[in-house]
């Protein structure tokens, strides 16, 4: 790795000139590590040296050379002890954000934040402290370490409501919310979101924040079953990342489709992907909800099988959408089961496993699990393998006319009792 100690180029625009020109990325990097290794502390000298460690971020970026950035970190610390707070801050979110762009990076970018909290809190950097400690927060999150970053969070959170710095306070409680979300914990996750928009209400908050909000809503609404809200609240989302060609888009799209088949109207789907804004994000996510949406609208269970196998990485391998499509394929079976069960008063669970095409364990647990919720009237005879069905008895609607007319007459000398209590007062 370049150190900063080797022979130094004069810190001017004509240095980083020359270092753009090269064929070569390593020997740009080699210049711009020299331009950087230059004593120099003129004001002049520490704009130069800044856009040459920009510079030099997005070449060991290109280069994917991640251990690189991480001790140019390192390296760049006495440089650090001359230049604003602020300037600080913007460099070293700006090599971090490069690490973060190379993939395959995660535990690096873990252990660097690491380094840089330990650092930050040695210097009493407070604000980048926040901030690293904010990222290392989401990165242990997405790599399922739950408790560490809970912990992480719940101080940072009292630390930053007590500063009263609103927009990192929207980041957090956003952060908060998806790990109780990720955690089951639906109330928890709710209030953190709350928390989240009464803190954006106060200040400006960038549209890619806003989209993450909207976003945030959608997912916990359609965890609710509330799919019509949550729809509305993806479409926000796919406008706000639409606009700014943010790669989150096309899933805010993928969970808008969701919505759409779980309120039933999967005939929606194919209009929507065919519609302007669709057709920008043509691609096997959107192919996924299409395939999910035909089978549901056909009521088939072995085609909404072949999708679920045929996009298993966009559709079980997303928690969001496989939490939700595990409960539609339960509706599909259900009302599957019944169309089949209908004709018959006693049938071979046997004869049923075979019409609809699955294991006969899986068709006889499902069965039993319905007649317990009543969904029909029915006993399993396991010796003989076979279902009965009863007839459900229509209610006679004598009983209740009967009851109101006696309920109708106790009223009524209940009153006349009251009158009589009076006239003989």
């Known amino acids: 790795v370049p150190v900063l100690n080797m022979s130094y180029l004069p810190a001017t625009t004509d240095s980083i000139a020359e270092a753009l020109e090269m064929k070569e990325p390593s020997e740009a990097i080699t210049i711009l590590y020299r331009i950087i290794a230059n004593p120099s502390c003129s004001p002049e000298a520490l704009r130069v040296k800044e856009q040459a460690i920009t510079n030099l971020s997005d070449l060991l970026q290109q280069e994917k050379k991640a251990e690189e950035l991480r001790s140019l970190l390192t390296q760049l610390r006495p440089f650090f002890a001359v230049i604003p707070k602020a300037k600080t801050a913007k460099i070293v979110r700006g090599i971090m ?16 934040c690491r380094e840089m909290v ?23 999150m997405e790599n399922k370490e739950y408790s560490e970053a809970l912990t992480l969070l719940s101080g940072l959170v009292k630390e930053v409501r007590r500063l009263d710095d609103k927009l990192l306070l ?206 029909f009237a029915g006993t399993l005879d396991q010796g003989a393998g076979c279902l009965v069905i009863f007839e459900v008895p229509k209610p006679d609607a004598i009983f209740p006319a009967t009851l109101d007319t006696i309920s109708n007459i106790s009223k009524v000398v209940d009153s006349l009792y009251v009158r009589s209590a009076k006239i003989m007062a």
Not at 97 to 112: E, N, R
Request: net charge negative.
């Open 170 to 375: 929207v980041d957090i409680d956003l952060l908060e919310s998806k790990l109780h979300f990720s955690l089951k914990n639906l109330p928890k996750a709710k209030a953190a979101l709350t928390a989240a928009r009464t803190a954006a209400n106060a200040i400006y908050v960038p549209p890619a924040q806003q989209g993450t909000i909207d976003l945030q809503s959608g997912i916990l609404h359609a965890e609710e079953k509330d799919y019509k809200t949550a729809y509305s609240y993806f479409f926000e989302a796919f406008e706000a990342f639409n606009a700014l060609e943010d790669p989150r888009a096309v899933f805010s799209l993928k969970y808008m489709l969701l919505c759409k088949i779980m309120v039933n109207q999967a005939d929606d789907v194919a209009g929507i992907i065919s519609s302007k804004a669709g057709l920008q994000y043509i691609g096997v996510e959107l192919d996924a909800m299409k395939a999910v949406a035909d089978a549901h609208a056909k009521r088939s269970l072995k085609h909404f099988e072949t999708a679920l196998n045929d996009y298993k990485a966009q559709l079980e391998e997303d928690p969001i959408v496989h939490r939700h499509l595990s409960s539609l394929y339960d509706t599909l079976l259900e009302q599957n089961l019944c169309r089949l069960i209908e004709p018959f008063s006693r049938v071979e669970i046997d004869h049923i496993a075979e019409l609809i095409e699955l294991p006969l364990d899986h068709v006889e647990k499902k069965m039993s699990q319905m007649i317990l919720d009543k969904k």
């Open 97 to 112: 954000d490069a690490v973060t762009k190379i993939p395959g990076t995660s535990d690096l970018q873990i252990s660097l």
């Open 118 to 140: 330990e650092w930050t809190r040695a210097e009493k950097r407070t604000f980048l402290r926040q901030r690293v400690e904010a990222r290392l927060a989401a990165l242990l």
